[in-house]
């Protein structure tokens, strides 16, 4: 018939509870991190940087617009090395017509030796 309720008043304060907000799971084991964590206590799961919407250039598309000396290296975003690569073909263009002339044909070949070294150039950068 009588009620008596206590209030602590000088109990330390408790703290406040992680949301779920506040908290991710590892992409790896699911352990529930901080949102702002570099990498995870549990696994070896280490937060990589972001990509860009823009995504990065296709090697692929690289190697194809080769064919054009220095032209997928300037697609990759690599503009001094596409210029001298389109430098260089002039004078490989030259010696390669010259062996074409002095081997009746054959050193035309030759160009295609510069076209792969360019293209395999612009596939690796």
């Known amino acids: 018939m009588f009620e008596m309720s206590v209030e602590y008043t000088d109990a330390p304060?408790?703290?406040?509870?992680s949301t779920a907000a506040d908290q991710m799971p590892c992409p790896y084991c699911g352990h529930?991190?901080?949102k702002?964590?570099?990498?995870?206590?549990?696994?070896?799961?280490?937060?990589?940087?972001?990509?860009?919407?823009?995504?990065?250039?296709s090697d692929a598309v690289a190697v194809i617009l080769?064919?054009?000396p220095g032209l997928g290296h300037i697609y990759k975003g690599h503009k001094l090395a596409g210029f001298l690569w389109m430098a260089g073909a002039i004078p490989?263009?030259?010696?390669?017509?010259?062996?074409?002339?002095?081997s009746a044909g054959f050193g035309i070949g030759?160009?295609?030796?510069?076209?792969?070294?360019?293209?395999?150039?612009?596939?690796?950068?």
């Open 110 to 125: 030759l160009f295609f030796f510069y076209l792969i070294a360019v293209m395999l150039h612009a596939y690796a950068v």
């Open 36 to 57: 702002d964590a570099q990498s995870c206590d549990r696994c070896d799961w280490k937060r990589g940087a972001t990509e860009t919407a823009e995504g990065k250039a």
């Open 32 to 34: 529930l991190l901080p």
């Open 92 to 102: 490989v263009g030259i010696f390669v017509l010259l062996a074409a002339v002095a």
């Open 13 to 17: 304060p408790t703290r406040p509870e």
């Open 66 to 68: 080769s064919i054009i």
